[in-house]
């Protein structure tokens, strides 16, 4: 099975300013998709974005951007101009393009400071 | 709102009983899945439901099963609960069977605390 790994269980930053969560993960196949959901306090799971394995394109949504390197099987989430409504859980997720469960990694805890 | 919808929000029940978590999916959505999230296990996925049938299973314990009903709503049900069965239960909808293509869009969970 794919493994998801986050390697920083928290980070902070300042509002307004800029923070880079790492996903890295394992697999053998060659077409596959990758998401960052957010789970505020409230638990509900919200999509941020998703990138698909076969475009070279970084995936962006507005203030949320990733940084897919295929080679090094990486995938980290940059948060630009960060708000207090950006504190949340934030879930790296694998999904091959075979198979239908999301694999998730255990969470990087996101603090925004004023 | 995702537009999936799960009931009930909180379940308090003791060891040994039988609960039953219910999900309704988008609109125009007719794959079902269930997820557990739990602090020691993280996220797993239990099962998929796609119009009907069984699509996957994953982590799935035996004393746990699930359906998916004609009008698309489905039902996870728990025996024979134990005190590890404490979690947030979660249930997603896509449009298709699944894979990459389609989003998973999730509800807002039910949290189930066994006494």
């Known amino acids: 099975a794919q493994t998801v790994t986050q390697s920083q269980p928290e980070m902070s930053v300042q509002e307004a300013e800029t923070v880079t969560l790492s996903c890295t993960y394992d697999t053998s196949e060659s077409d596959y998709y990758l998401f960052w959901y957010k789970q505020p306090p409230s638990r509900q799971m919200i999509l941020v974005i998703r990138?698909?394995?076969?475009?070279?394109q970084n995936a962006t949504e507005n203030r949320f951007s990733v940084n897919f390197q295929k080679a090094a099987k990486s995938f980290s989430l940059k948060i630009s101009d960060s708000q207090l409504g950006d504190a949340a859980m934030y879930f790296c997720?694998?999904?091959?393009?075979?198979?239908?469960?999301?694999?998730f990694g255990k969470g990087t805890s996101l603090l925004v400071t004023p | 709102d995702s537009g999936v919808t799960q009931t009930p929000k909180h379940l308090i029940t003791a060891t040994g009983q039988r609960v039953t978590l219910r999900c309704s999916p988008r609109s125009g959505d007719l794959s079902v899945y269930w997820y557990q999230q739990s602090l020691d296990q993280g996220l797993q996925f239990l099962i998929q439901?796609?119009?009907?049938?069984?699509?996957a299973k994953g982590n799935i314990l035996e004393r746990f099963s699930a359906q998916q009903f004609p009008d698309l709503h489905s039902e996870l049900n728990l025996s024979s609960l134990e005190l590890g069965d404490s979690a947030l239960y979660f249930c997603?909808?896509?449009?298709?069977?699944?894979?990459?293509?389609?989003?998973?869009?999730f509800g807002p969970g039910t949290r189930l605390l066994v006494l």
């Open positions: 997603a909808s896509s449009v298709m069977s699944g894979g990459g293509s389609e989003t998973q869009y």
């Open positions: 990138q698909e394995a076969y475009k070279q």
């Open positions: 439901y796609y119009n009907g049938e069984e699509r």
């Open positions: 997720a694998y999904q091959s393009n075979s198979g239908y469960a999301l694999n």
